[in-house]
């Protein structure tokens, strides 16, 4: 997200073209930063430009920028230097003039001081250096990082109506992945998500659900929030209700909790309760007071 926010307060007419140098064989890195020529290596029955050619005038992003081999850092140099490249398999220049940007969460410092990076190559893209803390040391952003996720999941423009317990799982939960960790988690939720209402515990992947769910406003019936559902049945039996009683009457709650949560969208109540939608009709018909 940084490197698009700087290309797009440059004032450079281009395109950013994102490499992610851990997605990419290091065989293959050179043809992809530099494109290859026809009959470069076999597979490459056709011309490819490559992402230096791409970002000519506007920007180039190395994400993972540590993972790039030894023997591409002095030609990675060069074109950043001289604006000069070859294709793999070529004999001609090529020209492209680019930002580039670079992203890593290796010590490049020490991976210099290792022999594993060039000096030149690290003392030329650390000029203007950085430092993103992680997603846990800022909280604050997190609300709408979510947010912006959640519209892009969905395609939807507007921001998500979020349950605070869904808020307060957000900021209590680890992140070792920062944002792309963010991000799955909010994909993972879109894609549970139905209907307009709000998003609530129950579009969490299971393992992030909250262990345990609001003791206090269930101590008043007696029931345990250690097992609810377990506690509640048995609370039923013990006030005489019958299993067909109890298994109605659960029935008839799930419905209203899923209207509910849903916004009185009946088609999304029956989605999030696995039933079709004149299930979910017939059942709120039956609990209808009949007019006289």
Known sequence: MAARVAHAVSRRHGNLVIVDCTTIVPTLMG????????GAFTGAVSVRTGACSGADQGSLFLDEVGELPLDLQPELLRVVQ???YKRVGGD????????LICATNRDLAAEVAGGSFRTDLYHRIAASVVT???LRERLEDLPCLFARFCREATGVRTDPDVDPAVQDVLLRRSYPGNLRDLRQLAFRIAARHVGPGSITPGDLPREDRPAVVKPAALAATGISAADPLRSAVAWAVDM????REIKDRAAEVAVDVAVERSAGN????????????RAVQQRQARKAPSGN
């Open 92 to 99: 001609r220049w090529q020209h492209s003039k680019f930002r």
């Open 240 to 243: 005489g209700l019958g299993l």
């Open 266 to 277: 009946v088609h999304a109540a029956a989605a999030m309760l696995g039933l079709t939608d």
């Open 31 to 38: 043809s992809e930063l530099f494109g290859h020529e026809r």
């Open 82 to 84: 001289e604006g000069t």
């Open 132 to 134: 993103m803390p992680p």
